[in-house]
C-alpha cells in the first residue's frame, strides 16, 4: 500500500487498527511526522474519537431512573390490557368472534365440497359410494323417456 496524503483514508485507519505490515508502520509514521496536513488531519480524528469515547454521564441519572421505576407497577405485563374490561376490547372481541365465525364459513364453502342436492339424493349418493350401483337410481328412466319422444 502506498502512504501517501491522496490515500490516508485507507491506510489511516489500518495504522491505527494495527493491520498495516511492519515496513508500512514505519513510512506511515514517517509520513506523519513530514506532512502537516496528514497529522493535523490525525490529530483531529483522535481528538473526536477521544471526546466521544470519554463524555460525562448525567450525574442524577440513575436517581431518576429509579424514580421512574419505583412509581411505574413492576408486576404489570404487557398483556395485561387484554383482560380489562373497556368498550374498546369488548368491540375488539365482539368482531374477533364475527370475523372467526365468517372465515370459518367461507373457507368450509371454498375447501369442502357440496353435494348436488338438487340432482341426487342422499340414498343415490351412498349407493354411489358403495359401489352398489353404477349409475344412480332413476336415471335411466330419464333417459328411457327422452329416447320415446
Not at 494495527?18 to 511526522?33: A, G, P, V
Amino acid at each position: 500500500m502506498k502512504i501517501d496524503c491522496q490515500n490516508f483514508n485507507k491506510w489511516y485507519p489500518r495504522y491505527k487498527s494495527k493491520r498495516l505490515s511492519q515496513q508500512e508502520i514505519i513510512s506511515s509514521k514517517q509520513h506523519l511526522l513530514k506532512c502537516t496536513n496528514c497529522s493535523t488531519l490525525a490529530e483531529e480524528i483522535e481528538s473526536a474519537v477521544e471526546s466521544k469515547v470519554n463524555f460525562e454521564p448525567d450525574p442524577y441519572f440513575f436517581t431518576r431512573f429509579q424514580a421512574r421505576l419505583n412509581t411505574q407497577d413492576i408486576n404489570r405485563s404487557s398483556t395485561s390490557w387484554i383482560f380489562q374490561s373497556k368498550p374498546r376490547n369488548i368491540f375488539l372481541y365482539g368482531f374477533s368472534i364475527i370475523f372467526a365465525v365468517l372465515m370459518g364459513y367461507y373457507t368450509g364453502r371454498i375447501l369442502l365440497p357440496t353435494l348436488p342436492t338438487d340432482e341426487l339424493t342422499l340414498q343415490e349418493v351412498l349407493v354411489m359410494e358403495d359401489g352398489i350401483a353404477n349409475e344412480p337410481l332413476g336415471l335411466e328412466m330419464i333417459f328411457e323417456e327422452s329416447d320415446l319422444e
